[in-house]
Nanobody, 125 residues
């Protein structure tokens, strides 16, 4: 069974720089594309960042571009989300997810087949 477990969330002051981690375990290709999503109360889940498996191509939501960085360590089968200059509007549950392709990335939730349970990030002003 493929499992994704996010960590690194918590209560952070505005301007803080936490890093989320998401190791992937189980029978999975280490080069699959990965994504980070977030969901705030009363809102739909939205794509934050995505990274392809083969070349490490990335995509970011406009709201986080220049502040967040997605990266991966295929040897550890782990994807990261470095978040800088956090704002109160970044408060949400953050999820990592696996897209079962190697070369392409996607911002659509339906393109991902396995998800973590989420980690809460709360940004205080």
């Amino acid at each position: 069974q493929v499992q994704l477990v996010e960590s690194g969330g918590g209560l952070v002051q505005a301007g803080g720089s936490p890093r989320l981690s998401c190791p992937v375990s189980g029978p999975t290709e280490r080069s699959y594309s990965m994504g980070w999503f977030r969901q705030a109360p009363g809102k739909e889940r939205e794509s934050v960042a995505a990274i392809s498996g083969r070349r490490g191509s990335t995509n970011y939501a406009d709201s986080v571009k220049g502040r967040f960085t997605i990266s991966r360590d295929n040897a550890k089968n782990t994807v990261y989300l470095q978040m800088n200059s956090l704002k109160p509007e970044d408060t949400a549950v953050y999820f990592c997810a696996r897209r079962p392709t190697i070369s392409t990335i996607s911002t659509m939730t339906a393109s991902y087949d396995y998800w973590g349970q989420g980690t809460q990030v709360t940004v205080s002003s």
